[in-house]
């Protein structure tokens, strides 16, 4: 088909246009055309060049069809081969140069391709040249002319020079048949993949190819027919991989490809908001961002640090548990649960907000008789007025270790000095040993006691170097002495008998003495001359006077009488007064004495209770009286009742005064030791409860250490660290710290009294074993 | 138990290096150290030293080892492994000659307790002091007794001499303090406030007489301590009124007395004292008044007798310029002090006070001195109200207290103190004396009944009078070496 299409193309432009050049060099190559055009117009010589090249192109091809198969060239010697009529026909241009026109034979010969030939009746004619269509050489299917003669025998081609046609109506020619000579020599020598059997289209020996001959054998031996069959073929690929470099299709492109894409710009959005919210950070190199992880501390977040411990139920507070409801309550309630007309009466007079019970007992035969609740809405009102108006309120209940409550106390080894050991042991009382006293020097002690006698010590060594007898039958109950350095005065007290006396053993200097002496008899020259106090039939309430030869003559030289035993002398801190307290003596059992007046005075004319002891104030003109319960303050300036302190004992034995003034100690029976603040409170700021026994005396240090002492007929003393700090505001620190053990317990009697030294950290304590102590 | 005898067998040795601070005893250089046995003790060491290739000495000289500052009691081999020591160990053995333990020699029964004892002998300073007066054997001791009276007795415990009772120019209340001034000079104190100078004189040796030459009025509290000087003839006491007086025994240069504090002063004296015998009487060379409590003792600057120093209650040591009558310096410690005595030392004496704080502190009295606490003596359980130094050496001295006992003390025994006892250094007695009268009885509380009040100590023994009412004589050469 194409050549035929070729052909009318060919006829059509070669009639039309003068220039079927054109046509044909179109047809040879249409790129070579389409660029040669425009040249070929003015130079004829180069169309030839060009016209050569084509020649020489096609007579390549055309010998490569020649080489593809041999025999045909040596078969076909009349036939010329296509590349042999060209060649023919170039040579014919050539031949037929000189006799046309060159220039026009020229012409027509190298553009047209064909040859004019005068037919019979003279026309001319065209004779063309034979076509190649220029099938693809590697085109196996076009093997040769194909003889069209059909299926008739070969035979009746026999008789004619050709064998039959081929597809365009041309001749087969027979081919040339060999020489017998040649025949034989083929038949002797038999050529490879000789037959001996002529091909019925170009009636040429049909001699089998190498391969050919492959697949008789392989067929022969079984085998699979042709090695070009490949088992594993390469896979053929639909689709190249092969990108082309220009596009297929030259349609515009569509508008949309030159508009930003809005999908891709909700990406990049979607992208950008991540970045910024960071979800989506920058790369890294994984080794860098490892590290940068490392260095990030892992952080943990504890949720439940601040987590308080809270109640299961905080909102839980279970209601008061009512008391269950009693017989009145009932309907039917027990005769005697009912009111009597008059409670009844009452009960309605009182105001409703003052009755004990909000309801009268009722009683019904039956609980259908029992009426219904008049004070219902009523009662539902002032039960939401409760929960409205007191709510239930959870108690905080303080969960204090009490041990922290416990005041931090100093250790008492940091509160040396104090007494810890008996150093010197008084030997000499018979019985007990009632009293005992440090003259304000500290060199000596005074002791008075049961077999009447008032002795004194030298204070270290335990010597004895003064005593006297005084009563022969009562006992020494109490001695003191007077607390000033200028004079020698001890006051000793036997029976209803208060002596005064100058204990002048050798180390008392004369003047001393003569000093001692005249403070003693001022008072005798007083009592003479002004008729002191007493209305005449009045009993005075002391007798004062000498006591006698004998005594005199040991130092005793005053001896003052009171109406009922003595027991507690206590001197004013100038040396003028002293009290005495005589607790059977009723209305007169306390008195104070006036040493230079030698006046006794009965200050109370009527006490509540019994007087125990009395002591002045160390600094203030104030006056204490301890009665069996309470201790009174009095002034003696204004003469008035200042305090009354309530320590809280049943019975108080003694007390003692903080040389500061503001602090008590008070000592009881029933064993109980108490510290009074006399500014903060009547009741007493401690108690202390150490002694398995009653205490008999309590005393303050009073030469500036911070300590004071209680004994205790367990046979004890007990030494306290008590400081009371200058600050008003600080409490007083009390502090236990020694416990002496030494005194034996005598018929329930231990230690009857005790005396601080007026320096150091020593006191001396009197046992009913009949020794004193001295410890430091 | 076998190991270590075992190790004895095969002759475990120890290096040690012998040294001394004697001179006179000094090893050569090249013979201090020394391969010994372990197993051995004082006594081997001892002889070890005192052999012919050591210090060739002719009469054995017992030896005392100290290491590290405490003796050696036991074996080496034990001190070691008690101190997880290694037997390789060098030891470094000082050794002092060997301590003889004051062993009980004799007691002089009184009437009443004893307060004060002294002795006269050719190494006491009385005995120095009278120089050629005394005639050497002729050794005696003075006591001062509550009872007022003064006795001299002989060494082999015969009561020479008594003195006068108090009609007859005695004392007139208990003796507190006594001293020889000289072989035939006694002086004496006591609670009747007077100092009292006795002429002693022996008619042959057995008999004697103690006559009153002089009585020295000043003080107005109770005379607790008295010291003398022989050779200025100078006295000084402490009493307890607060004063320490000055006195002079002779009756030329002593000032008159101040009429108010002679006895019978006051018109009303209940007591006429007549004496037979009148002694002159006389008044302080200086009364200073210089504490505010009791001064319980004063003595005098072992060199320079211009000074003393003076304890007392009040807590405080001060030495005194006896010449100007002033206070040059004053050491507060924390007791309240009691006794006194001065350790001559090279450079300045070292003070000995005992406290009522139960033991005995060392103060340094030069007003240089860094710390005032040199050291602590801690042992007795009561006051210590006597102390004395040794007559040998001036690092060793006793002391007697009211718990019965008296303690010989080493001063270069020493360790640190516990916690407990506060800083510095502490030392514990050598030798404890108890009162022979106790023997066998069992121990008094706070010294009841046997409370030594005076303790001296001579080359003759330590003399220790106490409230068992006797004189008790120990050995007391060579106890401390």
Known sequence: ???????????????????????????????????????????????????????????????????????????????????????????????????????????????????????????????????????????????????????????????????????????????????????????????????????????????????????????????????????????????????????????????????????????????????????????????????????????????????????????????????????????????????????????????????????????????????????????????????????????????????????????????????????????????????????????????????????????????????????????????????????????????????????????????????????????????????????????????????????????????????????????????????????????????????????????????????????????????????????????????????????????????????????????????????????????PYKTMRFHSEAIRTVRYHRGGLPLFADASDDGTVQIFHGKVPSDQLENPTIVPVKMLKGHKVVNKLGVLDLDWHPREPWCVSAGADGTIRLWM | MEQPSSIAEHGAQVKVTFTTTEEDIQLPESKRQLLVPADIRRYGLSRILNSETMLDTGAAIPFDFLVNGSFLRTSLEDYLQGNGLSLETNLTLQYVRSLIPPTFEASFEHDDWVSAVDVLSATSAAGRWSADRFQHGQDRILSGSYDGLLRIWNASGQVIATSPSSGHGGHSASIKAARFLSSSQVASAGMDRTVKVWKYTESDHFTGELKPTLELYGHTGSIDSLEVDGASKRILTASADGSVGFWTTSKASAPEVDASLLPGASSTKRRKISSSVTAAQRGPLAMLVVHNAPATAAVFDPKDRTVAYSVSQDHTVRTLDLTTGLVVSTLTTSHPLLSLCAIPRASAPLLAAGTSARHVTLIDPRASATTTSVMTLRGHTNKVVSLAASPDNDYSLVSGAHDGTCMIWDLRSVRPATKDEGLGSVSEPAYIIERESRQGKKKAVAGDGCKVFSVVWDKLGIFSGGEDKKIQINKGRDVVA
């Open chain 1, 1 to 683: 088909m194409a050549p035929r299409m070729v052909d009318k193309k060919r006829k059509a432009p070669a009639a039309a246009t003068p220039e079927p050049q054109s046509d044909d060099e179109f047809q040879d190559g249409v790129f070579e055309g389409a660029l040669s055009q425009s040249e070929s117009d003015d130079e004829d010589f180069e169309i030839a060049v060009s016209d050569d090249d084509d020649e020489s192109e096609s007579d390549g091809e055309g010998s490569g069809d020649d080489n593809g198969d041999e025999d045909d060239g040596f078969l076909s010697d009349d036939i010329p081969s296509d590349d042999e009529a060209i060649s023919k026909g170039m040579k014919d241009v050539e031949i037929t140069e000189p006799g046309v026109d060159p220039k026009v034979e020229e012409k027509e010969d190298e553009n047209l391709g064909y040859k004019t030939e005068k037919d019979a009746n003279g026309g001319i004619r065209y004779v063309y040249e034979e076509i190649d269509p220029v099938y693809d050489s590697d085109d196996s299917d076009a093997q040769g002319p194909e003889n069209t003669i059909g299926d008739i025998p070969l035979s009746f081609y026999d008789s004619y020079p050709h064998i039959g046609y081929d597809i365009n109506g041309k001749k087969i020619m027979r081919p040339a048949a060999g020489d017998a000579l040649q025949n034989l020599l083929d038949s002797i020598e038999v050529p490879k993949g000789w037959t001996g059997l002529t091909d019925i289209n170009t009636g040429n020996p049909l001699n089998l190819t190498d391969e050919e001959l492959e697949l008789v054998r392989r067929v022969q031996m079984g085998l699979v027919p042709g090695d070009l069959h490949d088992p594993y073929p390469d896979t053929v690929e639909y689709f190249t991989g092969i990108e082309e470099k220009m596009p297929l299709s030259s349609a515009p492109e569509p508008k949309r490809r030159f508009l930003p894409s809005k999908n891709e710009a909700k990406q990049i959005m979607k992208l950008v908001r991540a970045i910024r919210e960071g979800r989506i950070l920058p790369y890294k190199p994984p080794e860098e961002r490892q590290r940068e992880e490392e260095e990030q501390e892992e952080v943990h977040f504890d949720l439940w640090q601040n987590e308080e411990a809270q109640e299961p139920n905080p909102m839980h507070i279970p209601a008061p548990k009512l008391p269950p409801p009693g017989y009145d309550l009932s309907y039917n309630p027990p005769q005697e649960y009912l009111p009597t007309k008059e409670e009844r009466e009452e009960w309605e007079k009182t105001d409703p907000e003052e009755r004990e019970k909000e309801y009268v007992p009722q009683k019904y035969d039956a609980l259908r008789k029992v009426p219904a609740w008049d004070d219902l809405v009523k009662s539902r009102f002032e039960r939401c007025m409760d929960l409205y108006l007191a709510p239930r309120v959870r108690k905080n209940r303080l969960n204090i270790d009490p041990n922290s409550l416990l005041p931090k106390l100093p250790s008492p080894s940091e509160l040396k000095p104090f007494p810890t050991v008996t150093q010197t042991i008084f030997r000499g009382h018979v019985g007990r040993v009632r009293s005992v006293a440090i003259d304000p020097s500290g060199t000596t002690v005074a002791s008075g006691g049961d077999d009447g006698t008032v002795r004194v010590w030298e204070l270290l060594t335990g010597r004895q170097i003064w005593s006297v007898k005084l009563s022969s039958d009562e006992p020494v109950n109490a001695v003191r002495w007077r607390p000033t350095k200028d004079s020698f005065i001890l006051a000793a007290a036997a029976g209803e008998d208060v002596f005064l006396m100058i204990p002048s053993h050798a180390s008392v200097t004369p003047t001393l003495d003569q000093a001692s002496r005249d403070i003693l008899a001022a008072g005798f020259g007083y009592a003479t001359n002004g008729q002191q106090h007493g209305e005449p039939g009045k009993e005075p309430a002391a007798k004062w006077a000498r006591p006698g030869a004998r005594l005199e003559d040991e130092g005793v030289l005053i001896r003052i009488t009171v109406r009922s035993q003595v027991k507690v002398i206590n001197w004013h801190r100038r040396g003028d007064h002293f009290t005495t307290v005589s607790p059977s003596g009723q209305r007169s059992s306390v008195a104070i004495h006036t040493l230079s007046k030698h006046m006794t005075q009965i200050p109370f004319r009527k006490l509540s209770g019994l007087a125990q002891t009395a002591a002045f104030h160390p600094l203030r003109p104030l006056f204490f009286v301890a009665t069996q319960r309470t201790i009174r303050c009095y002034d003696l300036q204004k003469l008035e009742l200042v305090k009354v302190c309530q320590p809280g004992a049943k019975w108080i034995s003694s007390f003692d005064i903080h040389p500061g003034g503001d602090n008590l100690i008070v000592g009881s029976y029933d064993k109980r030791l108490l510290w009074h603040d006399l500014d903060l409170s009547t009741r």
